[in-house]
């Protein structure tokens, strides 16, 4: 790998590796950008790790995939890390760009955690593809209508 192609690709995975989720009382999670972390305290037993992110402000819908790359408007918050595993926000599955990268096997998920799960689903099923897989196993989501190009006659004869 020349050093050109090895800077391309440390700026590539650091312009992602911001993308992060937080944990949402009324949405389960949210997706965020992570803009710092800090250590206030003089020792460890004082010692409060906390995150600054930003998430975009405006409703969030079921009928959407929100990402922070659209624009609109957005806002700050501090979120202390103690609530989440090894003090760390669990990293969004996204493009050099910002966009959630559906796929129709999660194993093909370079992080694999509850909320990439869960948006992986959310935007397979807003695309009308109730199928996915994790390996040898196929989860549906019901899509609460009939999807013709799936269940038609021509189909089933297949």
Known sequence: MTSQQQSSSSS????????????SNDHSWIPARLDGTNDDGDDETTKKKTAR??????????D????????????QLTIQLKDYPNQT??????????????????????????????YNLKARHLAGNPYTRTGDIVIAVNPYQWMMDLYSSERRLL
């Open 53 to 62: 992110v930003t998430i975009a402000k405006g409703d969030f819908q079921e």
């Open 64 to 75: 959407t995939v929100l990402e922070l790359s659209s624009g609109g408007l957005k806002t």
């Open 12 to 23: 590539s995975s650091q312009s992602t590796s911001n993308f992060v989720y937080i944990q």
């Open 89 to 118: 926000l669990p990293l969004q599955n996204v493009n050099e760009a910002g966009k959630l990268q559906p796929v129709e096997d999660m194993v093909d998920l370079s992080f694999l955690h509850e909320p990439a799960i869960l």
